[in-house]
């Protein structure tokens, strides 16, 4: 069981760009050689969390008001967020606000032994980070350059430095970069 946070970035490091849209990401469509990645990565997911920006643009995106059959996740799902959110009908998302270990300890129970997605934002990856509880960061590096928006993981990480695991090109627009995330002592 790991915790990992798994995402797609510029090479300049944005997750989303200033208006917080994902659009520059998908003007690649489904590369041949990615078809298996995801799928690959999603089944041994458990339960998953994201930051309530994530939330709202997948909501927005999918138009989950009018078609709440779109929600493709069917793990349990926790939102970080200050705010009232609109709820999924038939989705297991649970909102909840505050320090990220305990709310970890129940989505690794819930996970029963699969992975914990670290889905976005940045700085959410980063909270888990910060309590050691990040196992792994798998960045999808798409051949794209943005001039601002929401940072890959805004933290100082430097010592100890990230393990670089494994590399992998798919076609000419990706890289995916695989860190195991070293434990202080």
Known sequence: MKTQYYTA????GYIADGNHSLEWLFQFGEIDSM?????????????MAMGSTTYEWVYA??????HPEKW?????????SRRELPTVPGA???FVQGDVTPIHAEM????????????GGGDLAGQFHDQGLLDELIISIASVMLDGGAPLLPR???????????????????????YA?????
Do not use: C, M
Request: hydrophobic residues 40%; proline residues 5%; without cysteine.
């Open 9 to 12: 970035t510029s090479i300049n």
């Open 35 to 47: 078809k298996d990645h995801y799928p690959q990565f999603f089944g041994n997911v458990g339960a």
């Open 61 to 66: 995106y999918e138009n989950l008001r009018e």
């Open 72 to 80: 493709s996740y069917n793990v349990p799902t926790w939102v970080f």
């Open 92 to 94: 297991d998302i649970r």
């Open 108 to 119: 690794v129970r819930a996970a029963q032994g699969k992975n914990v997605w670290i889905v």
């Open 156 to 178: 100082r990480i430097t010592t100890p430095p990230l393990q670089l695991i494994d590399v992998q090109q798919h076609g000419s627009a990706f890289a995916i970069l695989t």
């Open 181 to 185: 995330v070293s434990k202080t002592a």
